[in-house]
Nanobody
């Protein structure tokens, strides 16, 4: 199965910014619709919430509650999808994951984002 590796997380103060990166193995990345998801601390049933999606033609969607602060993009030449996060809030604290929506990729290890003063 195709592997993904997320990076770019860390500790940031409220109001700060981070850019998350997800690198996908294999040669078919450009065909995948890729998504970002997040799992908040103590999420019931380890639930992972949808954050954003970008398809193979660069059509992007960010969930309504985050669309004013988060942006998803991709670079097919680098097999990479990005999540730009601005004006971060403590409630954005979570482990962030990327995955395709077609069942081609496994879940990666995720990257921890902690927003705290």
């Amino acid at each position: 199965q195709v592997q993904v590796v997320e990076s770019g997380g860390g500790l940031v103060r409220p109001g700060g910014s981070l850019t998350l990166t997800c690198v996908v193995s294999g040669s078919s990345f450009s065909h995948y619709t890729m998504g970002w998801f997040r799992q908040a601390p103590e999420a019931p049933g380890n639930r992972r919430d949808y954050v954003a999606l970008i398809d193979s033609t660069d059509n992007a969607h960010v969930t309504d509650s985050l669309k004013d602060r988060f942006t998803i993009s991709r670079d097919n030449a680098r097999n990479t999808v990005y999540l730009q996060m601005n004006n971060l809030k403590p409630e954005d604290t979570a482990v962030y994951y990327c995955k395709d929506n077609g069942g081609n990729t496994a879940w990666g290890p995720g990257t921890q984002v902690t927003v705290s003063s």
